[in-house]
Nanobody, 117 residues
Framework: QVQLVESGGGLVQAGGSPRLSCAAS????????MGWYRQAPGKQRELVAT???????NYADSMKGRFTISRDNAKNTVYLQMNSLKPEDTAVYYC???????????WGQGTQVTVSS
């Protein structure tokens, strides 16, 4: 059973630059796509960024130039470096994984990021 645990969320002022972490149990980085999604109250869950097992990244338009996704295979961890945060970035941020060849989806429990001002 794959488990994803997010950390690094909390209260941050506008313009802040926290880094979120997602620690994955087991060896899932091989043939595994990873990503971050977020969901604000009353809003649909939306893509933030993804990174494939091959290292290809993809970002939502509003995140380009501000957020950076990366992964550390030795630590079974994926990161989201968030820069120049805006109040509109306030949301629960979820770690996501898709394991191939099964195509199984895994989600973390989420970590709250609240941007003030």
């Amino acid at each position: 059973q794959v488990q994803l645990v997010e950390s690094g969320g909390g209260l941050v002022q506008a313009g802040g630059s926290p880094r979120l972490s997602c620690a994955a149990s087991g060896s899932i980085f091989s043939n595994t796509d990873m990503g971050w999604y977020r969901q604000a109250p009353g809003k649909q869950r939306e893509l933030v960024a993804t990174i494939t097992y091959g290292g290809r990244t993809n970002y939502a338009d509003s995140m380009k130039g501000r957020f950076t996704i990366s992964r550390d295979n030795a630590k079974n961890t994926v990161y989201l470096q968030m820069n120049s945060l805006k109040p509109e970035d306030t949301a629960v941020y979820y770690c996501y994984a898709k394991k191939w060849p099964s195509g199984s989806d895994y989600w973390g429990q989420g970590t709250q990021v609240t941007v003030s001002s």
